[in-house]
């Protein structure tokens, strides 16, 4: 099993900057990708930014110039930069890691348990 940590967050007037982190532990070979979704409330959750184990990046166009994902790879740690905040980027922010175990040449997808952001007015 795989557990993914996240810390950060919390709430932030507009035009503020928060960092999220997100460690990855337990029955891991290798990770292919790292990223970040989230969800508002009464919406489907959406892929904010993903970066991949060669360190290609993408961003959901809504948040482009204005967040940064980046990942260490010796320590499966990814941390989302969320710069030039607006009130619809408040949602819970979830981590999520596309994980290869010892002996697979799948990838399971894990979560992590969410950690919120208000983005006041």
């Known amino acids: 099993q795989v557990q993914l940590v996240e810390s950060g967050g919390g709430l932030v007037q507009a035009g503020g900057s928060l960092r999220l982190s997100c460690a990855a532990s337990g029955s891991i070979f290798s990770i292919y990708a790292m990223g970040w979704y989230r969800q508002a409330p009464g919406k489907q959750r959406e892929l904010v930014a993903i970066i991949t184990s060669g360190s290609r990046t993408n961003y959901v166009d809504s948040v482009e110039g204005r967040f940064n994902i980046c990942r260490d790879h010796d320590k499966n740690t990814v941390s989302l930069e969320l710069n030039s905040l607006k009130p619809e980027d408040t949602a819970v922010y979830y981590c999520?890691?596309?994980?290869?175990?010892?002996?697979?040449?799948?990838?399971?997808?894990?979560w992590g348990q969410g950690t919120e952001v208000t983005v006041s007015s």
């Open positions: 999520a890691a596309d994980v290869v175990h010892g002996g697979s040449y799948s990838e399971v997808r894990y």
